[in-house]
């Protein structure tokens, strides 16, 4: 079962229960902290969770490195999104270790999918992993089904505020953002 097992490092990787001795890069085990989202959720990932859990999502179909991300974040309703630093990383591990490949006649970003070994690790492992889905299941009815939409549209406010800030306004035009943004603030609380 996942979650149960204290693992040693090495200076040559994680010491783990894979059976190879390697573990994937930084995995978020302790949980992915960015954004603040990780923080609800506690230890999300053991160590060698999430490369499971990505072989599971290939399984399914294959993806980008950042359609795993965004399906990551949408499984557990936002409350977990990791990083680039934590998804490729893992994915080059599980490249080198012949359990995913590029698909056959792609160009341009990496679409990976799982091998024959992959599938046959991800088999041997089927029920930590089912439980980790459990665990992302519970999160996203916590978090509920807007948050990743609600934290998409903030985003993109952020985003749009800080690229008209960044040329030259009058103060009539910051009059103006700042009134439309009380404004929206208002009309959200009415709602």
């Known amino acids: 079962m996942f979650g ?10 994680w010491g783990g229960r894979w059976g190879d001795g390697r573990a994937e890069a930084r995995d978020g085990a302790h949980g992915e902290r960015g954004r603040g989202r ?5 230890r999300f990932f053991e160590h060698g969770d999430l490369r499971f859990v990505i072989l599971a999502l290939l399984e399914e179909q294959p993806r980008h490195g ?15 999104r990791p990083s680039p630093g934590v998804i490729y990383p893992t994915l080059a591990l599980l490249e080198d270790e012949g359990s995913v490949r590029p698909a056959a006649g792609e160009t341009g970003r990496k679409l990976y999918e799982i091998t024959d070994q992959g599938r046959e690790a991800l088999t041997q492992n089927r029920a930590g992993v089912e439980a980790v889905f459990a665990r992302m299941n519970a999160a996203a009815e916590t978090s509920g089904p807007s948050r990743p939409r609600v934290g998409r549209a903030m985003m993109n406010l952020g985003m749009a505020l800080r690229t008209r800030l960044s040329r030259a306004t009058t103060p009539e035009e910051l009059d103006r953002i700042i009134e439309l943004i009380d404004d929206t603030a208002r009309a959200i609380e009415k709602i």
């Open 4 to 13: 149960h097992h204290r693992h040693h490092h090495s200076r040559h990787g």
């Open 38 to 42: 990780g923080a609800r959720m506690g």
């Open 66 to 80: 950042y359609e795993l991300i965004k399906e990551l974040e949408e499984r557990t309703g936002g409350a977990y």
